[in-house]
Structure formats: C-alpha cells, structure tokens
C-alpha cells in the first residue's frame, strides 16, 4: 500500500502545481484577470468607486502571490468564474457540455483499446507474416494522417459522395435526443476519426510488448514444463504484456481531449472541445482557462487511478 | 496529437531486439525485414529533402505567384494549366503547396530544435545532478504533462495572436516533456558506466564529465527523438492553421489551405483543394516517422550487430 499512498500524497501539489501554471497563463491573458470573477451583470450596474471598492475588496490590487491564493480560494469554492460573453457561470457551461464530450472520447477510446490491443497481439503472435507487415505500415499512416485531414475525407465519402452518414451535430434536428440509431449515426465518423491514430498507437505498443514478454524466461519455463500455448500465452504472456495497458491509457488521454477539439470542431460535436474552440476565437479567457484546467485535473485524477490500480493488480509495484 | 509517435515508440526498440532471438526465421526473410526498414527510412529522408527542396527552391520552381489572384480561373479543378486546380480567388493550389511547405516544415524544424534543447537541458540537468533538483524538475515535468499539450497551444496562440514566431515558440514551450524524460533516463544510465566513473576517477570535474563524457552519447537518442518531433511539430501547426489559429490568410502554409475547406460547400465541389495540402502533410508526416524509426535502428547497437 505504501506505493498507493505515496502516489496520493504526490498528486496534491501536483494539482497545485496545475493551478499555478494555469494562473500564469491567467495573467498572460489581455485585460483584468479576476474581473471574470465578479458577474459582469452586477458590474454594469455599480459606480467605477464603487468598483474600485469591489476590487480592493477582493484583493484585486494585492501582489501576485496574495491574488493567487485569494484565486484557489474562489476554485476550492467551485467558483470558475463567468464567461465574457454570455455571462453564464463557466462551471455550469463545462458541465452542460460534458456529457457529450465524455460519450465521444470514452466510446474513441474504448474502441481504440479493443482494436488496437486485438491487432497488436495478432501480429506479435504472426510475427513476419504478411499480416504483421501491413498492419505495421498502416500503424505509420494511422500515426501520421492528421485526424483533421482523416475526419474530411471521411466525411467526402461517406456523408458526400455516398450519403450515408450525416455530417454534423449528434442528432438531426426534431430527432429526439436519447441513445438511439440517430446518435449513432452521427457519431460513427467522429468516433473514427478520434480513434484512429490512438489505434495505431495501442497497436504498437500491444506488439512489441507481447513480443517482449514471448522472450521472457518465464515463458520459455512455462513451455518448458509442458503447460498448453493457450495457457502459457492467456496466463503469462498476455498478463505480463498487457497490464502496463493501464498507464499507456493514462498516456494517452491528454492526446485524446487534444484530438475531440479538432474533432468537436470539425463535426460540429456540442462537447466541451467545441466550447473552447468557440472561447478561443471570441477571445473568452476564462471559459478557455476553465476548459484547461479541468482538463488537467482529469488527466491527473485519470493518472492517479491508473497508478493505484496498477499498485493493485502488480505485486512488484506494490512492495518496491 | 503533437508527440504521439514519441510516447509510444519505445518500446519497439526492445521489441527489435527480442525479435531476433524469440522467433525462428530464415535468413532470407530476416534480411528482407531488415531491408524494408531501412528502405522506409531511406525513402523517408528521401521524402522529406524532396519536399524541404521543393519549399527551398519553390520560387524557382512554382509556375505562378503564391498570392497572385486571378479571377478569370475561379475554382479551376486541375488540369494543364493549373496542375493542382485552383482557390475560390483563382491562386495556383500547386503553387500555393510549394510555398505552403517553407511555413510547415519550418515550423517543425525551428519548433523541434526549440524544444529538443530545452528537454536537453531539463532532462541532463535532472539526471545527472539527481537529488532534490532531480526531483524538483521531474514532477514540474509530470505537471505539465498533464495538461492536454494541443490545448495550451491553441489557447496560447488564441492570446499572443496567430502568427508563425508564436506558434513556433509556443509548440517549443510545451513540447519538451518527451525529450526531458528521454534525456534523464539516458543519463542515468550513463553516469553508472565505467567509462564515466574513470573519466571522474582521473580527476574530471562534474560539468567536463557531462560535456565530453555524456552528452556525446545523447546524440542518437537525440536525432531519433528530434525526426519523431518533427512529425509532431507538423502535425501541430498543420491542425492549428486548419483551424484558423496558425497562419493565417494569404500566407500558405499546408494547414491554412485546408482550412478552406471547412467550408462544407468547398469540402463537396472542390477536393482538389484540399486533397493536395492534406496528402503533403500526411507525407512529411510519414517521412519524419520513418526516418526517426529507422534511425533508431541504426543508433541501436545491439540491433547492429545482430543484422
């Protein structure tokens, strides 16, 4: 348990190491920093002394250091703070917009693992076949067509020339909007699109991990003392290749939220990555921050859990 | 997106090894396999100086001006003239992809070396210093890691303003990660081998050791590191100009004539548009990917002489 503990320990000033880089950029940002705090709505209506009371309240003219502390202070609270153009909380804007990012990314992800650890293993243990050699080029290709350029071809193909899957948003309009066969319709192209490169990455890992372990003593012991391939390869192949799986995952996350940007953007998706993509061109610094922010924090809360399962499941980790 | 190829790639190189040795093959079938990687890798730099030649050279070679409008050919699609068709302004596509190519692969060369020195630096400092600034440098590492990398670039470029100095700068800000945690690991393994404990034991100093012991075998892991991020790079600026926030309009760059084609009219009547830029980043893309892995075969010793 010791290895579980130190991680959790470790994450808070991790958290708080992300709070401070995401307060610098805070102060990058043009214009007054914690004016996003107050409710624009209130500000219209109060004098400019007033105002100037406000901010000498709320330590608006207090050194750096003192306005950061009082900015966690607000973020410990949930306080996001408000949208510069609309005036909505930022908080309730993200978690509005959060269930339709989560079934894209997770459903992305789920398939990425499934295919790309399916395939990884099939051409490890068909290595040099021809199967082997043009997976391992089209590993390359997944690895290298940027996922823009995949989602337009896509969408030339089968919502243009063939007419068979629709181009934008998640349900067509008047269509109730519940799990049913028009959502998926509307998902099949950006879920693809999402997934393809992280396929090609658990693919590359899944190969040469499975190939790893197939030359491990313990394997070549375990045929040694006449156990069955298919036990010695579910038993101590597969289990030692796949369980560093789970930090791959954690790895590869920050790259999936970075692709649902372009994807949400390209698909018209009502994710969060297509409300950020909206607060960077109107310039909306603290929806953009906000959006940053959480993002992080899922990366390490999602980093943090892979750990602690990995301690779990892999004895060596837990006593070291 | 940006250092996919980087994260994932390690473990090949152990797969590589293993592969020799596991699995019975003929000798015919293992040179093949040997053959075909470096062929990729050969073709890959063959690639990457066509198209650096091309962007280099593209004034020379380009039938027409870049920016030169021409409204009698609107939306040309492709034919003797206009080998690659024309914009919605009537401006060469083939034209506009050559020039296209100086922004994007400049991008990736300037942004790379940026960051590769700056992981340098981190990951050699925490390595061979290890302690408290090992520590320090790492969880800073594993912090900023955290953070999805192509979504603080967008909102950095967002707040600077889209122009080519800003996103070069910012893809070396925060692509470092990869690099530092390369470095690090690298020396530490480095700094325990006997060469290194003679080079002290002869009365080296800490910063002579580092300099003319270490760094020189960071060279390979290096250039692997640097071709893997140069595809990264590419891949970085190409999806931040598609969405309007690289380089912008008339400047070409491979990304921002794609961005055309979010049009969802350009998109149905015009592929030609965006066919070409797509399929030249996907190109440097490949070209960069097969170069840093066939590279790391050939730095790799022990792969060396087993081939």
């Known amino acids: ?320 | 997106m940006s250092s996919h190829g980087l994260d994932r790639a390690v473990p090949n190189q152990a797969a590589g090894q293993l592969a020799e040795r596991t699995v019975p093959v003929s000798p015919g079938r293992r040179t093949l396999r040997r053959f075909l990687r470096h062929r990729l890798a050969v073709t890959g730099a063959i690639i990457l100086a066509l198209l650096t030649l091309g962007a280099v050279f593209a004034p020379i070679i380009a039938p027409y001006d870049p920016n030169a409008i021409n409204l009698t050919k609107i939306s040309q699609p492709p034919d003797r003239e206009n080998w690659l068709g024309t914009d919605r302004v009537g401006r060469d596509i083939f034209t506009r992809v050559l020039y296209g190519g100086r922004i994007s692969l400049s991008v990736g060369f300037v942004a790379v070396g940026l960051y590769v020195a700056i992981g340098f630096v981190i990951g050699a400092l925490a390595g061979y210093l290890g302690g408290w600034v090992d520590n320090l440098l790492m969880r800073f590492t594993e912090i900023v890691m955290c953070f999805p990398t192509f979504v603080l670039i967008l909102i950095l470029v967002g707040m600077l303003g889209p122009n080519i100095g800003n996103v070069i700068l910012v893809i070396g800000l925060f692509g470092w990660t990869g690099v530092a945690r390369l470095v690090r690991g690298q020396v530490l393994q480095l700094r325990e081998l006997d060469f290194v404990t003679a080079a002290r034991a002869i009365g080296g100093r800490r910063w002579y050791v580092m300099v003319r012991h270490i760094t020189p075998n960071l060279v390979g892991p290096l250039t692997v590191a640097a071709s893997l991020g140069i595809a990264g790079a590419i891949l970085t600026e190409a999806g931040l100009s598609f969405l309007g926030l690289g380089v912008t309009q008339p400047t070409p760059s491979w990304g921002s004539i794609l961005n055309e084609a979010r049009n969802p009219a350009t998109l149905a009547t015009q592929p030609w548009l965006w066919l070409a830029p797509g399929a030249a980043i996907s190109l440097a893309v490949l070209a960069a990917n097969f170069l840093g892995d066939g590279l790391r075969d050939a730095f790799d010793v022990k792969s060396r002489a087993a081939g």
């Open chain 1, 1 to 320: 348990m010791n290895f579980i503990l130190r991680r959790l320990v470790l994450a808070v000033p991790m958290l708080l190491g992300i709070t401070v880089i995401t307060f610098v950029i805070i102060n990058l940002a043009p214009g007054d920093p914690i004016t996003a705090l107050i409710n624009p709505l209130e500000m219209n209506v109060r004098s400019a002394d007033e105002i100037e009371r406000q901010r000498e309240a709320l330590g608006l003219n207090d050194p750096i250091p003192v306005r950061y502390l009082l900015w966690l202070k607000e973020l410990a609270t949930g306080n996001l703070g408000y949208s510069l153009q609309n005036k909505e909380a930022v908080r309730s804007m993200i978690l509005d917009r959060l269930p339709a990012s989560l079934a894209l990314t997770a459903t992305a992800l789920t398939l990425a693992i499934v295919v790309g650890v399916t395939l990884g293993v099939y051409s490890a243990l068909h290595q040099y076949s021809i199967f082997d050699y043009v997976l391992t080029i089209l590993t390359f290709f997944g690895v290298s067509v940027p996922v823009f350029f995949m989602a337009l071809l896509g969408m030339y193909v089968f919502s243009v020339r063939l007419q068979w899957l629709p181009v934008f948003g998640m349900w067509t309009p008047g269509e109730p909007t519940t799990f049913n066969r028009d959502l998926i319709k509307h998902a099949i192209l950006p879920v693809t699109a999402l997934a393809i490169p992280q396929i090609a990455g658990f693919m590359r890992y899944a190969r040469a991990a499975t190939l790893d372990a197939l030359g491990a003593d313990h394997v070549t012991t375990a045929r040694a003392k006449g156990l069955r391939e298919s036990a010695v390869l579910w038993r101590h192949v597969f289990r030692t290749a796949l369980l560093p799986l789970v930090t791959i995952v954690g790895l590869a996350l920050p790259h999936v939220i970075g692709g649902s940007f372009v994807i949400e953007t390209i698909f018209s998706w009502p994710g969060v990555g297509l409300l950020g993509y909206t607060a960077i061109m109107q310039r909306d610094y603290p929806v953009q921050l906000g959006i940053a922010l959480m993002a992080a924090v899922v990366v390490l809360l999602a980093n943090l859990a892979t750990d602690v399962v990995y301690g779990m499941v892999d004895p060596r980790i837990r006593y070291e």
